[in-house]
């Protein structure tokens, strides 16, 4: 095992590789779930069990999982951790299953965990496929608690339910829409793109 | 050569004075009119307005410039002139910092995100106008403007209840041309104070029909603009207020009127829908643009649920630019059909 790789896998999901901004992946949760910072880091931390979870068990199967039908068998493995996912929010985070709703269970159908499962987990061995899962999914959830932060600080006014503008600040709600995820996950992705070239 | 005074050079040879801050200033003077009205029915309300926008269009164009590490050049006109355009479309009433709020994301996302003034696919003021209109409904909300209340209550409730056409020009007199011909300038005039009620609302540039038309004819004579957009624009709407009207017989002249000649309309037919920027290239292009703007807006204003979805209708209008342009194509110069 070579410790410089693992740490190589870990940290490139956090910037370099950081799935929403640099592969524009995995949007639909991203635009859905950043109203408030609360959902917008529940859905990272559940995508990121099921990621971890799935690229994990993936690779331990990779050899015995056949060449033709492993989409579907990739599939089963995420809905499985989705399942789980979703009925451990419904017993014991439930405002958040509420919240978040039918997103839970389209996490199966999220590009993340399908990606690394085709791209990684199934060519690597368990220990990079969980450093790789992690790191994703922790970039992930960094990217939507971000994005989260902005929408809800300047369209609603508060940070986790708290308010913290002053007591006259009416917000901009526009960005709470449909319309303000766009244009924030836009501006998002130039500022991404910028710091990026400038290396 | 150099010392008998020739140059050699490339065509074209004869040019004009015009150039592109020489139009944007030329656009800058055609909006005072409707400004200047604006104020004079206002008064302090407009002025608040008027101010805030101007002075947040340039303290943000500036500042943008900057950031897209351009160079900060605000000579060109185009902040004094995206902050009076966002000005004549704000209703009275709108705070200075929902104003300036609208002005940056109007110039952010509408324009320097795609590359600063003359790149952008929407017109930045719309796009600044959508964002208020969706924070902050309320404030932007032109309910008890005279569209509004034409769609709220009707032509009838205009004419009988408020009785605004009725105090001298009354229903019996608008059948002879006479009539007819006094009924629209009073519409062109604008709505003096009293007409609903006592209270007096609109946009600060939609107020008087008259100075619009005044500003519209300057960019006419200029040719700053051509007659394509305008005309389809609103031959669109005449088509349909016609056609689709529904209510009393003998108010359709006032209804038509008020669909043609409220100011929101005749301001996008003139500074919105003919801007150079967002509108197709070709005559026949800008025609079909205006003709799908005023259909949106008629659409909107017959059946929708918007009051005056027309700043909407050019926004999605402007979407189809590109897709208009095309298709549709000018004749290359001196083509002939290829004969085999």
């Given at each position: ?48 069990f099921v990621l971890t979870c799935s690229n994990v068990f993936i690779s331990m199967l990779r050899k ?136 | ?340």
């Amino acid at each position: 095992m070579d410790t410089k790789r693992l740490v190589k896998e870990f940290t490139k999901g956090l910037w370099k590789e950081i799935p929403p901004f640099r592969f524009v992946l995995g949007l639909c949760p991203t635009l859905a779930c950043t109203t408030t910072v609360s959902d917008g880091l529940g859905m990272g931390l559940c995508l990121t069990f099921v990621l971890t979870c799935s690229n994990v068990f993936i690779s331990m199967l990779r050899k015995i999982i056949p060449d033709e039908v492993r989409l579907a068998c990739f599939i089963v493995v995420v809905a499985t951790f989705v399942i789980i996912v979703e009925l451990v929010t419904q017993a014991y985070f439930y405002p958040l299953y509420m919240s978040l709703g039918i997103f839970i269970p389209l996490i199966v159908v999220n590009c993340i965990p399908l990606g690394r499962a085709e791209a990684f987990a199934s060519k690597n061995s368990v220990i990079y496929s969980l450093a790789d899962g992690l790191g994703m999914g922790l970039g992930y959830t960094m990217s939507l608690t971000s994005l989260a932060f902005f929408r809800e600080l300047l369209g609603k006014g508060t940070i986790w339910g708290h308010h913290v503008m002053w007591s006259g600040f009416e917000p901009l709600s526009f960005l709470q829409k449909a319309p303000g995820a766009f244009v924030c996950l836009g501006l998002m992705l130039g500022i991404m793109n910028l710091v990026g070239s400038e290396k | 050569m150099k010392d008998k005074g020739f140059v050699v050079s490339v065509g074209p040879h004869i040019q004009g004075r015009e150039s592109i801050p020489r139009i944007v200033y030329g656009v800058v003077i055609a909006i005072l009119p409707a400004i200047i009205a604006g104020v004079y029915f206002f008064k302090m309300e407009a002025v608040k307005v008027i101010v805030a926008a101007l002075v947040s269009a340039i303290v943000f164009d500036a500042l943008l410039q900057k950031l897209i590490c351009k160079k900060v050049d605000l000579t060109n006109g185009h902040a004094l002139l995206m902050g009076l355009l966002f000005a004549t479309i704000m209703p009275i009433g709108v705070p200075w910092w929902a104003v300036a709020a609208g002005v940056f994301v109007g110039l952010l996302v509408g324009e320097y995100v795609y590359g600063g003034f003359g790149n952008n696919p929407f017109n930045p003021v719309i796009v600044g106008w959508a964002a208020l209109k969706l924070s902050y409904p309320g404030y932007l909300s032109v309910a008890s403007s005279v569209l509004g209340v034409l769609k709220l209550e009707g032509i009838s409730a205009i004419v009988e209840d408020y009785g605004y056409f009725s105090d001298a020009y009354g229903v019996e007199n608008w059948s002879t041309l006479g009539g007819k011909l006094k009924l629209l300038g009073k519409i062109l005039l604008g709505w003096k104070a009293g007409a609903w009620g006592d209270h007096l609302f609109g946009c600060v540039g939609c107020i008087c029909a008259l100075a619009i038309l005044i500003g519209a004819a300057f960019l006419f004579i200029k040719r700053y603009i051509s007659w394509y957009a305008p005309v389809g624009f609103l031959a669109t709407i005449l088509f349909f207020s016609l056609v689709f009207y529904k209510g009393d017989k003998q108010y359709l002249y006032p209804f038509v009127l008020i669909q043609l000649f409220s100011g929101s309309t005749l301001l996008a037919a003139f500074f919105f829908v003919t801007d150079f920027a967002t509108t197709p290239f070709t005559g026949l292009g800008m025609f079909i643009f205006g003709v799908m703007a005023g259909l949106v807006t008629m659409l909107g204003r017959l059946w929708g649920k918007w009051v005056d979805p027309v700043w909407f209708a050019i926004l999605v209008a402007n979407a189809f630019t590109p897709l208009i342009d095309r298709f549709v194509r000018p004749k290359p110069f001196g083509r002939v059909k290829s004969s085999v």
